[in-house]
Nanobody, 123 residues
Framework: QVQLVESGGGLVQPGGSLRLSCAAS????????MGWFRQTPGREREFVAA???????TYAESVKGRFTISRDNTKHTVYLQMNSLRPEDTAAYFC?????????????????WGLGTQVTVSS
């Protein structure tokens, strides 16, 4: 059974930075596409960033130039470096994995999910 555990969320001031981590177990991590999504109460979960098994990355327009997704296959971990954070980035952030390696922005591609970590950007 595949499991994902996110960490690194917290409270940060506008303009600050956080790095989220997502540790995977129970799958052949290196062939999975991985993604980050976020959700606020009353809204649908939205795409943030994704990384292919080979390291190709895609981003939502709202985070381009501020967020960076990366992966370390030796540690079975994917990261989301978030810089220049804004109050509108406040959300629960979820890590997801796609066993078929497709990934991308479409939620339906993802087979398994973590429980999320809260990010709050506020002064």
């Amino acid at each position: 059974q595949v499991q994902l555990v996110e960490s690194g969320g917290g409270l940060v001031q506008p303009g600050g930075s956080l790095r989220l981590s997502c540790a995977a177990s129970g799958s052949i991590f290196s062939i999975n596409a991985m993604g980050w999504f976020r959700q606020t109460p009353g809204r649908e979960r939205e795409f943030v960033a994704a990384i292919s098994p080979g390291g190709l990355t895609t981003y939502a327009e709202s985070v381009k130039g501020r967020f960076t997704i990366s992966r370390d296959n030796t540690k079975h971990t994917v990261y989301l470096q978030m810089n220049s954070l804004r109050p509108e980035d406040t959300a629960a952030y979820f890590c997801a994995g796609d066993l078929d390696g497709l990934g991308g922005a479409r939620i339906i591609h993802y087979d398994y999910w973590g429980l999320g970590t809260q990010v709050t950007v506020s002064s």
